[in-house]
Antibody, heavy 119, light 107 residues
Framework: EVQLVESGGGLVQPGGSLRLSCAAS????????MTWVRQAPGKGLEWVSA????????YYADSVKGRFTISRDTSKSTVYLEMNSLRAEDTAVYFC????????????WGQGTLVTVSS | EIVMTQSLVTLSVSPGEGATLSCRAS??????LAWYQQKPGQSPRLLIY????RATGIPARFSGSGSAGTEFTLTIDSLQSEDFAVYYC?????????FGGGTKVEI
């Protein structure tokens, strides 16, 4: 059974930093690309970032480019999202999901972790 | 970036009736279009990919279609109580990936 478990969310002040983790199991992690999607309270889904299989290629939404960094550790079957210079508008539930390269739709999702940016 | 527009924010339907949800892309996305269902407090669930292919375990009452790479439709035949949720479309033809704003199907 595929499991994606996010962690690392919490309350952070504007301008602060946070690192989210997504631990994966139940599939061959090294064969899948990974992505982060967020959802602000009461709002729709917003794609945030993705990292392709060997980590050499990463993609970001314009809204987070230059502030967020996605990475992966194949030995730990974990993907990370380093978030810096956080803003109030980054407040959201952050979901991770996996996908096959060239097939960028998301079959498996984690339960999400809430990030709140507030003073 | 490609903008995905779901013009209908809310759709009111009675159980047993059908529902048609639309999604428009600002430029052609070929057939690279997926649909998701999300219920309150839950993660999204993949329903349809490649415009019209049902994901694993999705009932046949869900179907997808598209036209000219920009107009897409999700059809739900005979809505069941568990189908009342928010539905999102997503294009994966070009980076950045983008979602539509969602359509809430309510009783």
């Amino acid at each position: 059974e595929v499991q994606l478990v996010e962690s690392g969310g919490g309350l952070v002040q504007p301008g602060g930093s946070l690192r989210l983790s997504c631990a994966a199991s139940g599939f061959t992690f090294s064969s899948y690309a990974m992505t982060w999607v967020r959802q602000a309270p009461g709002k729709g889904l917003e794609w945030v970032s993705a990292i392709i299989v060997y980590g050499a290629t990463t993609y970001y939404a314009d809204s987070v480019k230059g502030r967020f960094t996605i990475s992966r550790d194949t030995s730990k079957s974990t993907v990370y999202l380093e978030m810096n210079s956080l803003r109030a508008e980054d407040t959201a539930v952050y979901f991770c999901a996996n996908f096959l390269q060239w097939r960028e739709y998301f079959q498996d999702w984690g339960q999400g972790t809430l990030v709140t940016v507030s003073s | 970036e490609i903008v995905m527009t779901q013009s209908l924010v809310t759709l009111s339907v009675s159980p047993g009736e059908g529902a048609t949800l639309s999604c428009r892309a600002s430029q052609s996305v070929s057939s690279d279009l997926a649909w998701y269902q999300q219920k309150p407090g839950q993660s999204p669930r993949l329903l349809i990919y490649d415009t019209s292919t049902r994901a694993t375990g999705i009932p046949a009452r869900f179907s997808g279609s598209g036209s000219a790479g920009t107009e897409f439709t999700l059809t739900i035949d005979s809505l069941q109580s568990e189908d009342f949720a928010v539905y999102y479309c997503q294009q994966y033809n070009k980076w950045p990936l983008t979602f539509g704003g969602g359509t809430k199907v309510e009783i």
